[in-house]
């Protein structure tokens, strides 16, 4: 058996290396040119190639532009958002009482599990996405991203992963017998591969689509970042946006390809009668292992680039640059090494080894440090300094101040004591969120305030902006700080229903504190509708920015590259090409002197 | 002991700027010595190899990192001050716009 075990390896192994010899005989690597028509070598400034595009919505699908693949990932992500964000309002609907009043479990379960892979896969990446490939060629100097058909490629490949992480739910009206998934979207075994629904074999398959797009993207950036940077930027003055996004792409590159191998194994468990995840086989323990040495960086994936976009937003409407600068560079890429030695603190209480499980509790501490240090940074960063509250500038001051409950929370949930009594409680949910939504939504709307005058070259309508703010901030400390104390009273994650024993939890407290959330998440929703109805109509009806500089950074010393390239965008439009030359706009001509009082426009 | 060019490298202020990947490197240090002197659980070979390999290996990645990191920001620090430029985030291509070519005032529809 073992011999024949060894042969089935070493041929293995011989048609790996002659399928590898054969597809290298076949294709011409080199007929691969890096730009989209552009010249990657010697091509001083930013060309871009894309001077020719069709009209129509041809453009958009042949699209290789950057900027334009920014706008289509933005888009994704936010139909993502809403469809997200409808699943969670219903299952806040059905929790508002205690009993089952508006849906069944089955169908509570399966928007559980859309709400949770949809925000952090479909919205949360993509939205990242969004703004790096937008801003981070015009942030580094570069004529465009390293490999613009890659990218372009990466980023349809998300809408059929979409398509089949929803499938189910287009297909249940059908009677076909296949319903959406309801695994949740930590898809636990032996729960997922024992559910007989061909729903979560297409929930898996979309997930998998997503992981290689996210593979793709990650090494465009970094070949981007390493390789295609301006002659003027270089390790010690690379912006921190691009700081951020080269340690996530870097966490995706060994991240994703493990979630994608998981998932083929859970496919073959599920289809193939493999044994993998099975209790005579690898155990489902296995599971949870390979998931979570994907999940906890995945955490970090998705909240390092937001970290990165505060720090790049909030100095420019404190008048000051960064509070150490050089501090949040290493704590980041201290951050990134980290987070792949924390992995089973999700697992305290799966009863592995004491000594193992101390372990992750130790490194889980120290990873602490670099992220307090970054908020103490921000903070810093105010301090003393002269703030405009912006919307931009709100967004990141609400994130700072979540990130701190959420933050100060997940501490305490990385000491093993405290774990065992609140694991699988609301407590984790409400840690969890106060990032997702208040550190990373947030960073992602302050950032499509901040560059919406690039992007669309028209301004937002400020009070609704501020509306949007307070109702997002309002409704998720209301919603995620009842989930704190829902915690401590005991009330258990995923469940549909809460007429539980007395005895176990005191009902009434509970009923009130979820109808609370209740509450609070509809407050959050109508913020997201004042947002969008601000989107759409400051797009095709805001006022068009006069000045490359609508956020009046010149005074302080703080006009961004992507700013500067869009002014020479607009010079270059007004036939004034020449004058780029002499307006830089970074520098103070008054060598420092402030203006005491100066108008805002946003305020 | 580190080599001349490493100690011109590593000065006091790019040090300085390293402390913060230091806390965290203590914290694993420190648990490292209390799960080594303090052993509750009692020892087994494979599981204490482990519990002692995720501190360890983690740590030592931070080093390198950390190692590897501060080098390639400070010769480019070094890098830029020969050139004049300035340091901060925005200056890359303000500076360009002073000495050289400026980088990005190509249209792109042009």
Redesign the interface.
């Known amino acids: 058996m073992a011999v024949e075990q060894l042969a089935l390896t070493v041929l293995m192994g011989i048609l790996l290396v002659a399928v590898a010899g054969l597809v290298s005989r076949m294709v011409d690597w080199r007929s691969y040119t890096p730009l989209g028509g552009a010249s990657a070598i010697g091509g001083?400034?930013?060309?871009?190639?894309?001077?020719e595009k069709p009209a129509g919505i041809v453009r958009w699908f042949t699209t290789v532009d950057h900027k334009d693949i920014g706008i289509l990932y933005g888009i994704y992500a936010l139909v993502a958002f809403f469809w997200g964000g409808a699943a969670v309002l219903l299952m806040r609907a059905e929790l508002a009482a205690p009993g089952f009043d508006i849906m069944e479990a089955a169908f509570y379960n399966s928007l559980l599990t859309s709400h949770g892979i949809t925000m952090l896969f479909l919205f949360g990446t993509p939205i990242i996405a969004a703004f790096s490939n937008y801003f981070i060629p015009?942030l580094i100097?570069a004529d465009d991203m390293a490999f613009p058909r890659i990218n372009a490629i990466a980023f349809w490949l998300l809408p059929p992963g979409a398509i089949l992480i929803w499938a189910g739910f287009f297909t249940a009206p059908l009677g076909l017998g296949i319903d959406p998934a309801q695994t949740s979207w930590t898809m636990y075994t032996p729960l997922s591969a024992e559910q007989a629904n061909a729903g979560v074999d297409l929930m898996l398959l979309g997930l998998h689509l997503t992981g290689v797009s996210a593979t793709m993207g990650a090494i465009n950036f970094i070949a981007t970042i390493f390789t295609e940077r301006?002659?003027?930027?270089?390790?010690?003055?690379?912006?921190?946006f691009s700081w951020t996004i080269l340690t996530q792409s870097a966490l995706i590159l060994f991240a994703f390809p493990l979630l994608g191998s998981a998932l083929i194994m859970l496919l073959l468990d599920r289809n193939f009668a493999t044994t993998f995840f099975a209790v005579e086989g690898g155990s489902p323990i296995l599971w949870q292992h390979l998931f979570w040495f994907f999940g906890h960086p995945e955490v970090y994936i998705l909240v390092l680039p937001p970290m990165g976009l505060v720090s790049?937003i909030l100095p420019k409407f404190s008048g000051r640059?960064?509070f150490?600068?050089?501090?949040v560079?290493?704590?980041t890429?201290?951050i990134?090494?980290?987070s792949?030695?924390v992995w089973a603190h999700h697992m305290f209480s799966t009863g592995m080894?004491?000594?193992?499980r101390?372990?992750?509790m130790?490194?889980s501490?120290?990873?602490a440090?670099?992220s307090a240090?970054k908020t103490f940074n921000w903070i810093t960063t105010m301090w003393n300094g002269r703030l405009r509250l912006t919307a931009p500038m709100l967004f990141c001051i609400g994130f700072i101040s979540n990130f701190v409950i959420g933050g100060i929370t997940g501490v305490f949930l990385a000491a093993i004591p405290v774990d065992l009594v609140l694991h699988d409680t609301y407590y984790v949910v409400g840690h969890f969120h106060y990032i997702v939504m208040g550190m990373i939504a947030f960073a992602g709307m302050g950032a499509l305030y901040y560059w919406f005058p690039i992007v669309t070259g028209r301004m937002y309508q400020r009070t609704l902006a501020k509306w949007h703010f307070w109702l997002s901030m309002i409704g998720t400390n209301i919603t995620f700080f009842a989930f704190l104390v829902l915690g401590y009273l005991g009330m258990p994650r995923r469940y549909a229903t809460y007429q539980f024993d007395g005895a176990i939890a005191p009902l009434a407290q509970v009923t009130t504190l979820h109808q609370i959330s209740t509450v609070g998440a509809f407050i959050i929703g109508i913020g997201q509708v004042v947002w969008a109805w601000n989107m759409v109509q400051s797009w095709y009806e805001g006022p068009e920015v006069e000045d490359a500089d609508p956020w009046n950074l010149k005074d302080d010393?703080?006009?961004?590259?992507e700013f500067?390239?869009f002014e020479?965008?607009k010079l270059?439009?007004d036939g004034g090409?020449e004058e780029?030359?002499?307006?830089?706009?970074?520098?103070r001509p008054d060598g420092g002197y402030r203006r005491a009082v100066r108008r805002v426009d946003d305020e | 002991m580190v080599s001349e060019p490493d100690a011109k490298t590593f000065d006091r202020e790019t040090l300085l700027d390293l402390v913060v990947n230091a806390i965290p490197l203590g914290i694993i240090l420190f648990f490292i010595l209390v799960f080594a002197l303090v052993n509750p659980f009692g020892s087994d070979p494979v599981n204490t190899a482990i519990q002692f390999s995720i501190m360890i290996v983690t740590g030592l990645a931070l080093l390198v990192l950390t190692y590897v990191s501060g080098k390639a920001v400070s010769e480019a620090e070094d890098e830029l001050e020969e050139q004049g430029l300035e340091l901060s985030e925005e200056a890359g291509a303000d500076g360009t716009a002073e000495t050289t070519a400026p980088a990005e005032t190509e249209d792109d529809t042009a």
Do not use: C
């Not at chain 1, 001083?44 to 001077?51: E, I, K, N, R």
């Open positions: 001083s400034g930013y060309g871009g190639g894309h001077a015009l100097g301006g002659d003027d930027v270089n390790w010690a003055n690379l912006d921190i790049w640059k960064l150490g600068f050089k501090f560079v290493y704590s890429l201290a990134g090494v980290l792949f030695g080894d004491p000594r193992i101390a372990s992750f130790a490194v501490l120290a990873i440090i670099p240090v010393g703080m006009f961004g590259r500067q390239w020479a965008q270059a439009a090409e780029v030359a002499t307006d830089g706009g970074g520098v």
